[in-house]
């Protein structure tokens, strides 16, 4: 018996990999576009996630007069400054958003319905 090498196999977490990914700053580095349902048929879009660098009165102007809607900039204490407008306007913030080179396309998630 003193030949033979006993393993014993440990715990392997297949999802370790992708929570150490999730945990640090790789997951500020996304722009969260979602959708939220008021009453009846109306919506409200929220883009988060942008630098801070960037003047979010400046790009929620241009997003009002480019998607003829309203909205406004909030101030949030846990995700920072978001922008919300009327309407669901995902597909329209994020083509926007890469036309105008402020986030590359694959740093991009769309959530909704």
Excluded at 64 to 85: A, H, M, R, S, Y
């Amino acid at each position: 018996m003193s030949e033979l090498d006993i393993q014993i196999p440990t715990a392997f977490d297949p999802f370790a990999e992708a929570n150490a990914e999730d945990s640090g700053a790789g997951s500020k580095e996304y722009v969260h576009i979602r959708v939220q349902q008021r009453n009846g048929r109306k919506s409200l879009t929220t883009v988060q996630g942008l630098k801070k660098d960037f003047s979010y009165n400046k790009i929620l102007k241009d997003l009002k007069k480019e998607f003829c809607c309203n909205g406004t900039v909030v101030q949030d204490p846990e995700l920072g400054q978001v922008i919300q407008l009327q309407g669901d306007q995902r597909k329209n913030v994020s083509s926007f958003l890469t036309q105008a080179g402020i986030v590359k396309k694959d740093h991009i998630k769309i959530h909704g319905f």
